[in-house]
């Protein structure tokens, strides 16, 4: 993986409960780390389901290695939140590639 290749910077985020002023529990969007990473493959499919037609925006990225990540978690890319996919290791510990999924606002 060359340095000169990771051009995007993606933020990594994980889901934490925590109680609002009334005790209710809430979903907040924790930030786990941002990384470096190389964007190799971008497409747009569309599918014919249920309640129509609908756009899926599909992302692979790779960036160094951080110990974590996992399908739970979200990438922040470009300002829109994906849905992480799957997580693919490369090498020993060198890299990790990332297939995400564009979350519906």
Same mark, same amino acid.
């Given at each position: 993986?060359?340095?000169?290749? /990771?051009?995007? @910077?993606?933020?990594? @985020?994980?889901a934490?409960?925590?109680? &609002?002023e009334?005790?209710?529990?809430?979903?907040?969007w924790?930030t786990?780390?941002t990384?470096?990473? @190389?964007?190799v493959?971008?497409?747009?499919?569309?599918?014919?389901? &249920?309640?129509g037609?609908?756009? @899926?925006?599909v992302?692979v /990225?790779?960036?160094?290695?951080?110990?974590?990540?996992?399908?739970a978690?979200r /990438?922040?890319?470009?300002?829109?939140s994906?849905?992480?996919?799957q997580t693919?290791?490369?090498g020993?510990r060198?890299?990790?590639? /990332?297939?995400?999924?564009?979350?519906?606002?």
């Open positions: 993986m060359k340095a000169g290749r /990771l051009t995007e @910077e993606v933020r990594i @985020e994980r934490s409960n925590t109680l &609002n009334y005790g209710t529990p809430i979903t907040t924790v786990l780390c990384l470096r990473a @190389e964007r493959e971008q497409s747009t499919t569309e599918y014919i389901r &249920n309640y037609a609908s756009d @899926e925006d992302v /990225l790779r960036a160094r290695f951080f110990e974590g990540i996992t399908n978690d /990438l922040i890319w470009h300002g829109q994906y849905n992480i996919n693919v290791p490369i020993r060198q890299g990790v590639e /990332l297939r995400c999924v564009r979350m519906d606002p």
